[in-house]
């Protein structure tokens, strides 16, 4: 009986011990856990997000770049997209003053930062140290494509693009490096066999894909999620420069090569005129900035620039591409006001439309516009003394940036097939004589301008 008494006074114990365990956390849960988190919400303003991974690992990267003086400057798309819809909010923030993580702390793969090669001094003990303070970094590198087929330099590497992960986030550094023409560019990023497939999700990099060149940005500095960093002073203008901003080289080792097979003009005359081309091709290119226009290299212009990287010294012209939908009414004035008169104007502007101007040294600026049918393009052609119309075909292109005499212009990213449409497949023959109205390979009549017609579409200055 004593034995019973003694397990029957045990089990109420336990179960009165388990009754007031319950109820414990009960309280603590629907009444203490809710009056402490009330107070703590208010005292530290709720620092959400601040905790994650993302937003520790973008603090740790700035600090390790400004402890080493490294000027980066964000160009992440997405965060300089949130950035450019609250602009005012981030350029009046200050250190320390955010209680929310509202753009370091949106979800992705990585964060994307810039640096300008020239500017940075200690590369080698930048990536030591980012290894010691727990990253993981990849250095991407490649040959200067300029110095590609001089032999004693075309071996030389230079650094493109970084990647450094921390916990499961990712930096990518893109290396832009000063070029000629006042601009930036960055490499190609090409995955070597020894790079471990795994190591980043790559397909996602918003840079890399392809060389890209981009207008020097001004930069300002902005406190974002409660960091200090560098962001383009206009970050629109750097957004609306990514979707268009892929380069194409010009073909340094094929160029050397023909003036090895086709001695260069190297006379007083040809020296003459490539420098007075190039200065009319400053000129209209700047003329076109202004109006927002458009460009590109094109006709005999852009076969100088893909066969030999340079003028051909006896084609006597400038020759621009422009899509007729970015046709300003302005740009005879603008043109004329820059000191370019105009010399003849043929065509209208729905059909055929050719502008001239006349340079200095009796080198001329020819502008063809072009119309987009529905699986091909044209350009068209008027003879003054007949009236008859002419129209060159060509396949659908796109447009690329690319570098010629110390210039970003553009010209047709399908740069073969334009000038293979043009020029035919011997377009790496020098050809001195030119006839427009027979020599091009996609020329083909296109009727004749009604005579009642002749005083608007055939205009001679």
């Known amino acids: 009986m004593s034995r019973i008494n003694k397990n029957v006074i045990l089990a109420l114990l336990t179960l009165t011990s388990s009754a007031f365990l319950l109820f414990q956390l009960y309280y603590y849960k629907h009444y203490l856990s809710a009056k402490n988190g009330a107070g703590l919400s208010k005292s530290k303003g709720s620092r959400i997000g601040f905790d994650g991974t993302q937003w520790r690992t973008v603090k740790k990267f700035i600090m390790l770049t400004s402890s080493q003086n490294v000027p980066v400057f964000l160009i992440d798309p997405l965060i300089l997209e949130l950035i450019n819809k609250n602009f005012e909010q981030v350029k009046n923030a200050s250190h320390g003053s955010a209680s929310e993580c509202k753009f370091f702390c949106v979800p992705r793969d990585f964060t994307a930062f810039a640096l300008q090669y020239h500017l940075w001094k200690n590369e080698e003990s930048w990536f030591r140290i980012a290894e010691n303070m727990g990253f993981q970094c990849v250095k991407f590198e490649s040959k200067d494509p300029r110095l590609d087929g001089i032999d004693s330099l075309s071996g030389t590497e230079i650094p493109l693009h970084y990647i450094c992960t921390l916990a499961s986030h990712a930096v990518h550094l893109v290396v832009f490096h000063e070029r000629s023409g006042n601009y930036l560019w960055h490499g190609h990023l090409r995955l070597k066999g020894h790079i471990d497939r795994k190591f980043v999700p790559f397909r996602k990099l918003q840079f890399g894909r392809y060389p890209g060149a981009f207008d020097r940005p001004e930069l300002q500095q902005v406190t974002i999620d409660g960091l200090e960093v560098l962001i383009p002073k206009d970050p629109m203008h750097f ?5 268009h ?3 194409i080289e010009c073909r340094y080792k094929e160029a050397r090569a023909f003036f090895q097979q086709y001695l260069d ?22 003329t076109l900035k202004k109006l927002g226009v458009r460009f590109w290299l094109s006709s005999g212009t852009c076969l100088g620039w893909y066969r030999q990287c340079g003028i051909i010294p006896y084609s006597k012209d400038v020759d621009l591409g422009i899509f007729i939908q970015d046709y300003k009414s302005d740009i005879i004035s603008a043109f004329q006001d820059a000191g370019l008169p105009l010399k003849h104007k043929f065509g209208k502007v729905e059909d055929s439309l050719e502008l001239s101007f006349q340079g200095k040294d009796d080198v001329k600026l020819d502008i063809f516009f072009f119309y987009e049918e529905t699986d091909y393009m044209w350009n068209g052609g008027t003879q003054a003394k007949t009236g008859k119309k002419f129209k060159y075909l060509f396949p659908k292109f796109t447009l690329c940036w690319t570098e010629f005499v110390d210039m970003k212009v553009r010209v047709p990213c399908e740069t073969i097939e334009y000038i293979e449409a043009n020029y035919g497949k011997t377009w790496k023959v020098p050809v001195r004589t030119w006839d427009w109205k027979r020599s091009p390979h996609n020329v083909q009549p296109n009727g004749v301008w009604p005579i009642s017609e002749w005083d608007e579409v055939i205009q001679l200055y």
């Open 265 to 286: 003009d190297n006379t007083v005359e040809a020296m003459a005129f490539r420098k007075s081309a190039k200065e009319l091709l400053q000129l209209a290119a700047k």
């Open 239 to 243: 957004l609306e420069e990514i979707p």
């Open 245 to 247: 901003s892929r380069f």
